[in-house]
């Protein structure tokens, strides 16, 4: 920031030494040592409020985010999605005519279970064969 060579300060010196005399020098290094301790204690103190500034604005940015991310209903979007679908089917099936069936039709295996099970087939004895023709009932 500042460039201040060795001649500059020597420069400084000898003024300090001429106008406020060898006997002063030791009180008025001691008050522009204080004074300049002062402005850097302020501008720390300063530069730490900012930063503390910076860091809330952050944290509440982030606290709206996540606020804002809790009120979203991730089920919303599959009712939506289902709703649109179905409406899209009873559109479909009313161009086609058909009006949309209420009552359940029967399932082929209820048919099936009402008729009477098949009579079971008896493998015949062959030849040469070990085991015994099972027993009919009449």
């Known amino acids: ?15 300090a030494i001429v106008v406020v005399g060898p006997k002063d020098l030791p009180r008025a290094l001691r008050v522009i040592g204080q004074w300049s301790s002062r402005i850097k204690r302020m501008a720390r103190e300063f530069q730490n409020q900012f930063n503390e500034a910076v860091r809330e604005a952050e944290l509440d940015s982030v606290q709206r ?8 209903d991730p089920v919303a979007d599959v009712r939506a999605a289902a709703a649109k679908a179905g409406d899209d089917i009873r559109r479909d ?25 098949p009579t079971p087939v008896v493998p015949a004895a062959t030849p040469g064969s070990e085991v015994a023709p099972l027993e009919q009932k009449p």
């Open 65 to 72: 985010d996540i606020e804002a991310i809790g009120q979203i």
């Open 93 to 117: 099936l009313e161009k086609v005519g058909e009006p949309p069936k209420t009552e359940r039709e029967s399932y082929p295996w209820e048919t099936v279970a009402k008729t009477e099970p």
């Open 1 to 15: 920031m500042f460039d201040i060579s060795w001649s500059e300060i020597l420069v400084i010196a000898v003024v």
